[in-house]
């Protein structure tokens, strides 16, 4: 059984949908710490007037919200980030072709209110993944599963009860993961290669390094074409 761990991110982009792709289970690693400066909270998209950051405003900014594990940093609701959201998405692609196709399933997503981030962003990114054609991956959250240890250690605590037979990792944990250490527990390991090729967008130069919701919106029913090799699952 293959398997991906992620911390769960806000409308993540191309490549975290291709690692989900590729798992037949994917873990929201949603009980480690947050990191402020990263994805979890925020993303990228193309406008008019160039890239433009979405993000979700988060209670305990500063250093208590940097050791407070994903799963319990609330979202701040005193601010009312999610209706300007929408409409800036709104906004940059109504005149995406696929926009009035996607939009009326997107939009209840933005009418929601809950506590916490990450069941806000794991909820939304297990639809965007089903929207991307992808009904095979099992989805769980690492805080159900009650792992010990740290870094490899953790990991392989999480992947052994599981059953994993085969771990996908991205490119930059090459530098921390103890690779021997997945050999001991009978596990394969595998490192994530990015090679993308281009889709129509809006708003030159093209920038791969947006969200999903750019590839969905110009493209629809095709996107998975430009994720895998044969278009598909």
């Not at 054609?133 to 690492?142: C, E, K, V, Y």
Request: charged residues 15%.
């Amino acid at each position: 059984m293959n398997c991906v761990i992620l911390q769960p991110s806000y409308i993540p982009w191309r490549g975290y949908f291709d690692q989900i792709y590729k798992a037949d289970l994917f873990i929201f690693y949603d009980d480690v710490q947050y990191d402020k400066h990263g994805w979890r909270n925020r993303n990228r998209i193309k406008t008019h007037q160039g890239p433009q950051w979405l993000t979700i405003p988060v209670h305990g900014k500063g250093a208590p919200v940097d050791h407070t594990p994903i799963n319990q940093v609330r979202i701040d609701w005193q601010q009312p980030w999610i209706s300007k959201h929408w409409a800036t998405l709104q906004q940059a692609y109504s005149k995406a072709p696929y926009f009035k196709e996607i939009a009326p399933l997107l939009e209840p997503y933005y009418h929601q209110h809950p506590e916490f981030l990450a069941d806000f962003t794991i909820e939304l990114t297990i639809f965007l993944a089903r929207q991307l054609g992808n009904q095979h991956t099992r989805f769980l959250r690492s805080s159900a599963l009650h792992a010990t240890g740290t870094k490899t250690d953790r990991l392989v605590s999480l992947l052994v009860p599981l059953g994993v037979t085969h771990y996908i990792s991205g490119p930059a944990a090459r530098d921390y993961i103890e690779d021997e250490k997945f050999a001991a527990a009978g596990i394969t390991l595998e490192y994530m290669t990015y090679n993308f090729p281009p889709y129509p967008q809006l708003y030159p130069p093209y920038d791969p390094q947006v969200s999903i919701l750019d590839l969905l919106f110009m493209t629809g029913g095709q996107a998975s074409t430009y994720i895998l090799p044969q278009g598909g699952v």
